[in-house]
């Protein structure tokens, strides 16, 4: 059983398409037993979290803070509680109008992109990048959300 909760800091309320979103990614990452917290801000308190948490002091669309950080977490009969997702709502729209596409399209690729890297995946590294965002991709497709 996955259970995620959302908690909408921010008065944002088209977001139920979501469900589909998080359990596609889970189940495609074969996730079993799991606790996700996505957490929707403006950008005053992204810039906030950015700085005091990572130290740069600027406006992101997405930040995720995971809980795990190896496989040691992973036991086959206990929760796994993945970790937080912040994302900027302010910043989502704006870039949905800035690459011409739905915020369903947006938010589905920041909560898709901040699951991944609750999973492990990075993308700091040119082919941990290519493989994060091919799978982003593929995930989104599967889920019928395209460009």
């Known amino acids: 059983m ?5 908690n909408d800091l921010y008065g944002y309320d088209n977001y139920a398409f979501l469900d589909s979103v998080i359990k ?12 996700v917290s996505i957490i929707f801000v403006d950008k005053e308190e992204i810039q906030k ?4 948490m990572r130290g740069m002091d ?5 930040i995720s803070f995971a809980l795990e950080d190896n496989d040691e977490f992973a036991f086959e009969d206990q929760i796994r509680v993945l970790g937080d997702i912040y994302v900027c709502i302010p910043r989502m729209q704006s870039q949905a109008l800035e690459y011409g596409h739905s915020e369903k399209r947006e938010l589905s690729f920041l909560i898709v992109h901040g699951l991944l ?9 040119a082919e941990d990048e290519k493989e994060m965002f091919s799978l982003q991709e593929e ?3 599967e889920e019928g959300i395209t460009r």
């Open 49 to 52: 979290i950015n700085r005091e």
């Open 2 to 6: 996955n259970e995620y909760q959302i």
């Open 117 to 125: 890297h609750l999973l492990g995946y990075d993308h700091i590294e």
């Open 24 to 35: 596609r990614v889970l189940d495609h990452e074969k996730v079993k037993n799991s606790l």
């Open 58 to 62: 600027n406006v992101t669309d997405v």
């Open 139 to 141: 995930i989104l497709n």
